[in-house]
């Protein structure tokens, strides 16, 4: 038997990228899948392609900075599956943008799909939770510990995902219910990438930055989603746990590294 086999799990930003692929691992392992993002379009080409995969799959449109609406979403997929096993929190929205030049609605943007995102997609799950051994899963970034250049909203929106991710492991620990957050270097053919390292000279200069000297892939991050959601895990609760090449340990860019030009 596989090893999530029958665990119904809910993935909030998985239409594309990093999200896509946990649920393409979590659907591996055994688990059926929920996928929500904003677009109608993206969302159900998702969950196309698990299905194509021979996984039972299915994508609701949503906001996750919608209380309302991502309530909705869970209570769908609970009225299908019944209990929900497995949350993803990852949606997020990212731009460069230096601090000077960053509206406070472009910050207010950021703060409220990555930050109060994350609340709300773990907050509106709770009725819906298979209580003891629900798993949680938010998606943080080593930005959240490391201050970065440009990245003044995500910086601030990921160390709050990361605070969520320990005061909910706090709360909810004595009901059996693990959160945990993975925190991703940088990964290869992604969204995010693309938005950060826009050119063959800067994605070689980030990469000789990086101890292992190369970007992450999606299933490196997937595996280690459906480690977390096993009881392999059962014992792991409140924890950040970098996927990232060693790229940690890396200290922030000084403000004259071209890597961190300003715009
Ligand atoms: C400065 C910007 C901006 C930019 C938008 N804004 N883009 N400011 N530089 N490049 C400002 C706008 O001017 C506006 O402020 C405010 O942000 C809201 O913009 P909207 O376009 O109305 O927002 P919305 O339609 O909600 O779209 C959100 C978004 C968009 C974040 C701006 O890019 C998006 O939907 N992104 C989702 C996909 C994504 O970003 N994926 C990458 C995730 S990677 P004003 O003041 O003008 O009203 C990631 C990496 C983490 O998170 C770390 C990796 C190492
Ligand atoms: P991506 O493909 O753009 O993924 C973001 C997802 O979130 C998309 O599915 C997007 O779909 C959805 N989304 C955005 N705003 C939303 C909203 N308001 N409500 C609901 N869904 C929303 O980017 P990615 O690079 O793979 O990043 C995925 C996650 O990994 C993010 O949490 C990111 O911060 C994190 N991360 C990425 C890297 C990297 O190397 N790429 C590194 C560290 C951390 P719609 O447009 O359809 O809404």
Known sequence: MRELQGKIAFVAGGSSGINLG???????????????????????????????????????????????????????????????????????????????????????????????????????????????????????????????????????AKAGVNMVTKCLALEWGPEGVRVNAISPGPIDDTEGMRRLTPTPETEEALKRRIPLRDYGSKDDIAQLAVFLATDKARYITGAIIPCDGGSALAGSLASDDPLAAQV
Request: with cysteine; charged share 20%; hydrophobic share 50%.
């Open 22 to 156: 946990i649920a393409h691992g979590l659907a591996r392992a055994g688990a059926k899948i929920a996928l929500v993002s904003r677009s109608a379009d993206k969302i159900a080409a998702a969950a196309e392609s698990l299905q194509q995969d021979g996984h039972d799959a299915f994508g609701m449109s949503a906001d996750v900075r919608d209380f309302a609406a991502i309530e909705r979403t869970l209570h769908e997929t609970a009225d299908r599956w019944e209990s929900i096993d497995i949350v993803v929190s990852g949606a997020a929205g990212n731009f460069v943008a230096s601090a000077a030049r960053l509206s406070a609605n472009g910050f207010k943007t950021v703060i409220d799909i990555d930050l109060l995102g994350t609340f709300n997609v773990f907050r509106a799950s709770y009725p819906y939770l298979r209580k003891p051994g629900a798993v949680l899963i938010a998606i943080s970034a080593g930005l959240a510990e490391r201050p970065s250049m440009n990245q003044i909203h995500a910086c601030a």
